[in-house]
């Protein structure tokens, strides 16, 4: 019997738990301590595009930097944290790296993460492939 009685209240805690973690809404105006292949750099986001835009029914469009220099076009689903955006060169607009990942939970107190993949389509980045990253908010 108190097997059962502990069961109940672990999924009680869980389901409320669960119900009051959620994605953030926008990433508009963040800066992130990105890491690839033990490399640091800053990532901004710097603008991100509202409901009602064309496509943007789920995900919303979003802009930014890495490093302060370089521009990185991509989209955000706020209600299920997935991440994408395309690192172009500065000079030729190409891709040169390509991330897909996700943004963790928007939980009070706690920095937010984002994490995935990113997939090295110029050697002048590295070794060509597809290799891990990781993000904390700044």
Known sequence: MKTGLSFALGAILLATASLSAARPANLAGTTWLLQVNNETELLTIATQ??????????????????????????WYCPSTGRVFFVHSNLDSDRAVRVFTGNVSDDEPGQVLHMAGTVSIVNAVFGDLGEYNFSATRQ
């Open 49 to 74: 595009g509202g409901p009602g835009a064309p496509g943007a029914a789920n995900c919303r469009s979003i802009t930014g930097e890495v490093r302060n220099v370089a521009e990185v076009r991509g």
